[in-house]
């Protein structure tokens, strides 16, 4: 794709983008959030994880954000921070595998957790690229799922800001300092980018 066209693909789609969101898809619009019940939510109802698949199809490091092309074929940009970019572009071209894991923070805002290139290293490797240190839990499977409240033994470590970490667990996740997670996420052979961590 030329490179023009490229960029006018993620400028088109990045206007839609939520002003003041650390991340978030462009592509369709999302039903308004319903109302919170009166009983305090769980943060699972809060903050749904969710995963989108599919092939690096742009990078513009003065829009500070990537376009992807989905498994079924729709047309997504996200904004990352100028680290995560600067990793990216280093890192990884146009045509690889992608996967972003996300957050659904409410009907119109989507807050990624992290961006993963399949396939490009031999063992899961994630890299804090947060800006600052993390929890990093990790967990095995349960009947064939993570985020098992029942999964055990959990490790835990620290990951310092910029580091990497190798998880052989089959289960992940990351939080702030001070906080925890419950590891929900598949792991998977290749590298990973930490952007947001949650409890």
Not at 179 to 194: D, M, V
């Amino acid at each position: 794709m030329p490179f023009w066209r490229a960029r006018a693909i993620l400028g088109s789609v990045l206007v839609f983008l939520c002003l003041g969101a650390r991340a978030a898809v462009a592509a369709q619009s999302a039903p308004a959030a319903s109302p919170a019940p009166a009983a305090l939510p769980t943060p699972d109802a809060t903050r749904v994880q969710k995963s989108a698949y599919g092939t690096m199809s742009a990078v513009d490091k003065s829009l500070s954000a990537v376009a992807m092309k989905t498994r079924e074929g729709q047309r997504l940009a996200w904004k990352f921070p100028p680290r995560v970019i600067a990793q990216i572009v280093e890192n990884f071209k146009v045509g690889d595998p992608m996967i972003v894991i996300y957050r659904q923070i409410s009907g119109s805002e989507k807050r990624v957790t992290a961006v993963a290139f399949p396939g490009s290293a031999a063992t899961p490797i994630y890299v804090n690229t947060t800006g600052e240190r993390v929890t990093v839990r990790t967990s095995p499977m349960v009947e064939g799922a993570c985020g098992r409240p029942e999964a055990e033994p959990i490790s835990e470590s620290i990951l310092p800001a910029d580091g990497l970490a190798e998880v052989p667990e089959a289960c992940w996740c990351c939080a702030v300092i001070g906080e925890s997670c419950t590891p929900g996420n598949k792991s998977g052979n290749g590298r990973a980018f930490l952007v947001s961590c949650f409890k």
